[in-house]
């Protein structure tokens, strides 16, 4: 197998930077996801974390910093470039952020709308929506609204949404916060269907050590704003830096 160093880098963020008034959150962040990666981002609530995945994917704009998404800086991009690079990219909020007034079908059509095919194919929407429930294992829960479903299958539901335009790379925020240790163990055996499945690269977000270790391939460490260290869950938990054995604990 190839070093990473000679895999394609699929997303990159060099310099960014973003505060809130005098609340400097991101203060100078680098990160690389190579092609068909799990990199897992840690950090300590409040580190910015979300606030990174956000600039990421333009629901916040940074106050400096260069973002691009295959090799494309994403500022410089117009509306239509930027629509076909977005549909390769699949976001799992924090939290399950489903629709509650939609049926489980509707959730799931929704990031259909405005998309009528997908690599030159016209989409069929009744069998993506199935498919990315057999996905999950909740094709039973089609016609359900999400008042009606655990914690754990909203989890699963929001993760078959995110599949379903079949981005190439998916940004997890928090996969398994809020679900008990078998529950997220569930969803974490799903994430890694998925890769395998697809080939996805992955930006997994997350404060679950079990997490972290059972799914990284590399991981980052956002600490004071800026990716305090890198590499792999072992060469990080075995480190000396009492900032860096303060996560693993
Ligand atoms: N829209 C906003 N306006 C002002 N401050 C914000 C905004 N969004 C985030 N912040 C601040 O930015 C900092 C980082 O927030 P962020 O949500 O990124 O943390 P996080 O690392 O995701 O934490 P958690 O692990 O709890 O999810 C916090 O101090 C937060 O108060
Ligand atoms: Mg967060």
Same mark, same amino acid.
Request: hydrophobic share 40%; glycine share 8%; net charge negative.
């Given at each position: 197998?190839?070093?990473?160093?000679?895999?394609?880098?699929? #997303?990159?963020?060099?310099?960014?930077?973003?505060?809130?008034?005098?609340? /400097?959150?991101?203060?100078?962040?680098?990160?690389?996801?190579?092609?068909?990666?799990?990199?897992?981002?840690?950090?300590?609530?409040?580190?910015?974390?979300?606030?990174?995945?956000?600039?990421?994917?333009?629901?916040?704009?940074?106050?400096?910093?260069?973002?691009?998404?295959?090799?494309?800086?994403?500022?410089? #991009?117009?509306?239509?470039?930027?629509?076909?690079?977005?549909?390769?990219?699949?976001?799992?909020? /924090?939290?399950?952020?489903?629709?509650?007034?939609?049926?489980?079908?509707?959730?799931?059509?929704?990031?259909?709308?405005?998309?009528?095919?997908?690599?030159?194919?016209?989409?069929?929407?009744?069998?993506?929506?199935?498919?990315?429930?057999?996905?999950?294992?909740?094709?039973?829960?089609?016609?359900?609204?999400?008042?009606?479903?655990?914690?754990?299958?909203?989890?699963?539901?929001?993760?078959?949404?995110? #599949?379903?335009?079949?981005?190439?790379?998916?940004?997890?925020?928090?996969?398994?916060?809020?679900?008990?240790?078998?529950?997220?163990?569930?969803?974490?055996?799903?994430?890694?269907?998925?890769?395998?499945?697809?080939?996805?690269?992955?930006?997994?977000?997350?404060?679950?050590?079990?997490?972290?270790?059972?799914?990284?391939?590399?991981?980052?460490?956002?600490?004071?704003?800026?990716?305090?260290?890198?590499?792999?869950?072992?060469?990080?938990?075995?480190?000396?830096?009492?900032?860096?054995?303060?996560?693993?604990?």
């Amino acid at each position: 197998m190839s070093s990473t160093h000679d895999k394609k880098v699929v #997303l990159e963020i060099k310099d960014l930077y973003k505060a809130f008034g005098d609340n /400097q959150v991101l203060n100078g962040f680098n990160m690389q996801l190579y092609e068909g990666e799990n990199l897992v981002i840690m950090g300590r609530s409040g580190s910015g974390k979300s606030v990174m995945i956000k600039c990421l994917v333009g629901l916040m704009e940074a106050d400096k910093g260069i973002i691009s998404v295959m090799h494309h800086d994403i500022t410089t #991009l117009n509306q239509e470039a930027l629509d076909v690079l977005r549909a390769d990219i699949g976001f799992l909020f /924090q939290g399950s952020a489903l629709y509650d007034s939609m049926t489980v079908r509707e959730n799931l059509e929704f990031p259909l709308r405005g998309h009528t095919k997908k690599n030159g194919k016209l989409i069929d929407t009744e069998k993506l929506v199935v498919e990315a429930l057999e996905n999950v294992g909740l094709a039973n829960t089609i016609d359900m609204m999400p008042s009606e479903l655990s914690g754990g299958m909203k989890r699963r539901v929001a993760l078959a949404r995110t #599949l379903i335009l079949q981005p190439k790379i998916i940004l997890y925020d928090e996969p398994t916060s809020g679900l008990d240790p078998i529950t997220a163990k569930e969803i974490i055996i799903l994430m890694q269907d998925i890769q395998k499945k697809y080939n996805t690269s992955s930006l997994i977000i997350t404060h679950d050590v079990d997490c972290a270790r059972v799914i990284s391939d590399r991981m980052i460490l956002l600490i004071d704003g800026i990716d305090y260290a890198a590499g792999t869950f072992k060469e990080l938990s075995n480190s000396k830096d009492p900032k860096i054995k303060a996560f693993f604990k």
